[in-house]
């Protein structure tokens, strides 16, 4: 059985990430602020250019028209008539038109209001009964450019702000325009805006989540590798300082008994003076693989040091953990080594003690595990005492 992996030692630089991740997430809010603020006033622009743009594409179309009826092709009032008609299929967007007017304010083209045509503008009245054209006199009609107005919508009654860009075509005195409600430019406006900082934070919190992930999966690598043992990738004594807090407080919430055995190889400076120390570390790693095979999840398999080994895990019966650490004394005996075809065997000697009095220290618990271990030796080695 495998054991469960070492939980993360460097929580600091993890809270670190995490505060500097809500300092980037501070920055990008200020930034999506700012973002919607210059980019929203470059949208408004570009959305008032495009309106302006189309006016004048209109009045070439208008002027078009007019060519052909100053060259015979047609008389003015049919190239009038085609203009007209031109400019009113000429819808774009949801509900984008073309209007014209004479200089005079009769209403001489409406898409969407055909009801208005023969009217003048100048008795156009305001809900609050104010009569804005006619404040405009001649000069400034005949100057075109951007002027802005209550206008209804094509499906209600009720006037909104619009803004239309004018322009004049002299020869034959009409006011041709194509406006923008105000409400809809704010709104396409934001939610142009929304789905642009939608990405921007999508990328973010994908490019964060990835570099936490990456962060805790080399913080928990470099975590392996610091409380693993590099030879018999066993646990190390600095995990062990580290997990017996946790395990201490988990068995004591849970009212159960820690087991710990201590345990080394018989004769083991023997084996390094009559093999060599790279055969000792063969017998290292393949005792410590006994040892994780043997041992449960929730088993920790630690090396001590040199060619002692500990193991520590929960306890709910002293016969089970006898029978594991004899389990692991007697796969280790039936092993065989070799070396220039000399083939050697090694035995473990083992000592257990049960950490149950909450009270004292699991030091002591330790130091009574070693002790029996020394029984162990002085009865001969080779066996386990409990």
Not at 31 to 51: C, P, R, T, V, W
Not at 52 to 61: C, I, V
Not at 143 to 160: A, H, I, M, R, T
Not at 243 to 265: H, Y
Request: hydrophobic content about 40%; some cysteine; charged content about 20%.
């Amino acid at each position: 059985m495998n054991n469960i992996a070492a939980k993360s030692y460097h929580l600091p630089i993890q809270k670190k990430l995490i505060g500097l991740s809500a300092v980037i997430f501070t920055g990008l809010i200020t930034f999506l602020l700012f973002f919607y603020i210059s980019f929203s006033g470059s949208l408004e622009n570009e959305i008032k250019a495009q309106s302006k743009h189309l006016t004048e594409s209109a009045s070439g179309m208008v002027s078009y028209f007019y060519d052909l009826s100053a060259t015979g092709q047609l008389s003015d009032e049919d190239a009038k008539k085609y203009a007209m008609e031109a400019l009113k299929h000429s819808t774009y967007s949801d509900d984008g038109y073309f209007w014209i007017s004479g200089l005079d304010g009769e209403i001489l083209l409406q898409p969407y209001k055909p009801e208005l045509v023969g009217l003048s503008l100048l008795d156009w009245q305001y809900p609050d009964g104010t009569t804005p054209f006619r404040n405009i006199d001649r000069k400034i009609r005949q100057g075109g450019g951007w002027v802005n107005y209550l206008w209804s919508k094509n499906d209600s009654l009720e006037q909104y702000s619009k803004i239309a860009y004018v322009s004049y075509f002299s020869p034959w005195d009409w006011l041709i325009g194509t406006g923008i409600y105000l409400d809809d430019m704010e709104q396409n406006v934001f939610w142009t805006v929304v789905k642009a900082s939608g990405i921007l934070l999508f990328g973010f919190v994908l490019f964060i989540g990835t570099a936490i992930v990456i962060v805790n999966f080399v913080v928990n690598q470099l975590s392996e590798q610091s409380v693993r043992d590099t030879l018999t990738k066993l646990y190390t004594t600095r995990f062990l300082e580290e997990v017996i807090p946790g395990m201490l407080e988990n068995e004591k919430r849970n009212n159960r008994t820690l087991a710990a055995v201590f345990m080394d190889i018989d004769h083991f400076k023997d084996v390094n003076d009559s093999y060599g120390h790279d055969c000792g570390d063969k017998v290292l790693q393949k005792i410590a693989q006994v040892m994780l095979e043997n041992t449960r999840s929730g088993d920790y398999c630690i090396r001590y040091g040199g060619d002692e080994f500990v193991i520590i895990g929960p306890c709910d019966d002293d016969k089970n953990v006898i029978a594991v650490v004899e389990r692991i004394r007697e796969e280790a005996a039936a092993l065989v080594f070799s070396h220039h075809d000399i083939d050697f065997k090694v035995t473990l000697s083992a000592g257990i003690a049960l950490y149950e009095n909450h009270h004292d220290s699991f030091d002591e618990t330790l130091i009574q595990a070693d002790m029996k271990l020394y029984q162990a030796k002085k009865m001969g080695r080779n066996c386990v005492v409990a």
